[in-house]
């Protein structure tokens, strides 16, 4: 009898609650987790439009040039296509952060 003290007591009520709660609570981190990633995603995409609108001597970015160059070749071909594709990621992101993809 002294261990029922120490058991939860559930009913109906309580359990719908708690459902709740926890669905909730998993909704907000998954939401918050989505920001986050959305916006480290939109962050990486305005560094390669930048770096390559600008052709930037930045370290991280000449090194991913000199991988890209194996592809494409020399000339500015490199530069157009970071500028695209961090046009691309940027705009994934954003809608990730948003909620509108990716949910």
């Given amino acids: 009898m002294a261990t029922q003290a120490f058991l939860p007591k ?5 359990d719908a ?6 669905e909730e609570s998993t ?5 918050g987790m989505n920001v986050l990633w959305g916006l ?3 962050a990486v995409g305005l560094f390669m439009l930048i770096c390559g609108t600008l052709k930037s001597k ?4 000449e090194l ?9 070749g020399e000339g500015n071909a490199v530069h157009y296509f970071f500028q695209l594709s961090g046009l691309i990621i940027l ?3 954003g ?5 509108i993809i990716w949910r």
């Fill in 91 to 93: 705009v994934l992101g």
């Fill in 40 to 42: 480290l995603m939109a």
């Fill in 95 to 99: 809608l990730w952060a948003a909620g």
């Fill in 58 to 61: 930045f370290v991280v970015y």
């Fill in 10 to 14: 559930l009913s109906r009520d309580s």
């Fill in 17 to 22: 609650t708690t459902h709740n709660q926890t």
């Fill in 27 to 31: 909704n907000w981190t998954e939401n």
């Fill in 64 to 72: 991913l040039v000199a991988r890209a160059r194996i592809a494409w």
